[in-house]
């Protein structure tokens, strides 16, 4: 026998769910579990291999500012909830309401729980290749979302160090930029002459 769900009920219903799950242990131990729901997502890193640079994001969180008042804005990739099902579609969008880039292919990292502790979140991670001549709007995010969003086109060797000396980094853009330099090491060194 292994833990089971007896009952499971809402508590809160807004832009996410959280729920209150009664679980029956395997022993027969009753016990309360939190359940956060707010959907699937996707996060994806353009890169540019001729010129050996990613697009990043970033912008104010409000939980970050809650745990670490005054903290900078944390480099992120581009990332949302993928409201429709479709993880490809919307990838494409999120680049394009947030950094203003036209993707094309999209190279798929993982599909991973990101909190499997607490929430029902999936997510899709994606690399895509894009050119310069990609950079078809300014990005920014959706003004009634109120994303306020800074796009940053970072040197691959730059984001790199970040990534592996910043004392807090993003958990989708480490996955993201260390699968990266696994599939493609060549771009993390100095481009031959």
Not at 65 to 83: C, K, L, Y
Not at 175 to 183: D, G, K, P, T, W
Request: proline share 4%; aromatic share 4%.
């Amino acid at each position: 026998m292994k833990n089971s769900i007896v009952d499971v009920r809402i508590v809160v219903d807004g832009w996410m769910k959280v729920f209150l799950a009664d679980v029956k242990s395997a022993t027969g131990q009753l016990f309360t579990r939190h359940i956060e729901h707010h959907g699937d997502a996707v996060a994806v890193l353009p890169y540019d291999d001729e010129r050996r640079v990613a697009l990043v994001i970033s912008q104010f969180r409000t939980p970050v500012e809650h745990v670490s008042p005054g903290a900078d804005n944390i480099i992120e990739p581009i990332a949302g909830v993928n409201d429709d099902g479709d993880a490809e579609a919307c990838a494409r969008r999120e680049a394009m309401e947030e950094a203003g880039v036209r993707l094309g292919t999209l190279e798929k990292v993982a599909n991973c729980w990101s909190m499997l502790a607490v929430s029902t979140e999936r997510l899709v991670l994606y690399l895509a290749p894009y050119r310069a001549a990609d950079r078809v709007a300014s990005g920014g995010g959706l003004a009634h979302e109120n994303e306020d969003i800074d796009v940053n086109e970072m040197s691959l060797a730059t984001l790199a160090d970040h990534v592996r000396t910043a004392s807090t980094v993003d958990m989708k853009l480490l996955a993201l930029v260390q699968a990266l330099q696994i599939r493609r090491p060549d771009l993390f060194t100095p481009k031959p002459a």
